[in-house]
T-cell receptor, first 113, second 114 residues
Framework: TQLLEQSPQFLSIQEGENLTVYCNSS?????LQWYRQEPGEGPVLLVT?????EVKKLKRLTFQFGDARKDSSLHITAAQPGDTGLYLC?????????????FGTGTRLLVSP | DTGVSQNPRHKITKRGQNVTFRCDPI?????LYWYRQTLGQGPEFLTY????????KSRLLSDRFSAERPKGSFSTLEIQRTEQGDSAMYLC????????????FGPGTRLLVL
């Protein structure tokens, strides 16, 4: 069974601080996605990383896929209250013939003004 | 494009009752997925359809669960003889398999079994 562990599980910071969320597995994934989920809503895709070592930037968010395609990180610079939410990583399992996403347990971020 | 819609958004039922949820995917998306998300956890894959064919079912999908996508458009997920452990958010996602697949999620149906 493929598992994705996220850390930390909960993060409470002040506006303007930087933070990093980690997503780790012992399994290799063909791609990895990061989602943000608001209470009572479905996850919204932020980014997909495909190549080992790949780095993608989305404004103040920087995503990195590990060289071995087993882990990933999300770094937020100068966090804002609008960044508050549940951040989920999801790996696309290998050799399934479809996009079988394995989700991490999530990191709940609270950014206070 | 109206996105993925799910109905109802909330459902409260008594143990032993049957419930049915509906998912309307993004128009012309050929794949449709169902996930279950319990409190404090990430979504877990339940099943998926390629057009009208149900091609994969998770071990989480017990015999009390059945999903259909009769015309390859909307899908229904039925739970028979509900149990308290079925209480969760049921999420639907759809995708168009062209190049890098991207799943778009609906808002979910939150089920509470009393």
């Amino acid at each position: 069974t493929q598992l994705l562990e996220q850390s930390p599980q909960f993060l409470s910071i002040q506006e303007g601080e930087n933070l990093t969320v980690y997503c780790n597995s012992s399994s290799v994934f063909s791609s990895l996605q990061w989602y943000r989920q608001e209470p009572g809503e479905g996850p919204v895709l932020l980014v997909t990383v495909v190549t080992g070592g790949e780095v993608k930037k989305l404004k103040r968010l920087t995503f990195q896929f590990g060289d071995a395609r087993k882990d990933s990180s999300l770094h937020i610079t100068a966090a804002q209250p609008g960044d508050t939410g549940l951040y989920l990583c999801a790996g696309d399992a290998l050799n399934t013939g479809f996009q079988k996403l394995v989700f991490g347990t999530g990191t709940r971020l609270l950014v206070s003004p | 494009d109206t996105g993925v819609s799910q109905n109802p958004r909330h459902k409260i039922t008594k143990r032993g009752q049957n419930v049915t949820f509906r998912c309307d995917p993004i128009s012309e998306h050929n794949r449709l997925y169902w996930y279950r998300q319990t409190l404090g956890q990430g979504p877990e894959f339940l099943t998926y359809f390629q057009n009208e064919a149900q091609l994969e079912k998770s071990r989480l999908l017990s015999d009390r669960f059945s999903a259909e996508r009769p015309k390859g458009s909307f899908s229904t997920l039925e739970i028979q003889r509900t149990e308290q452990g079925d209480s969760a958010m049921y999420l639907c996602a759809s995708s168009l398999v062209v190049g890098l697949e991207t799943q778009y999620f609906g808002p979910g149906t939150r089920l509470l079994v009393l």
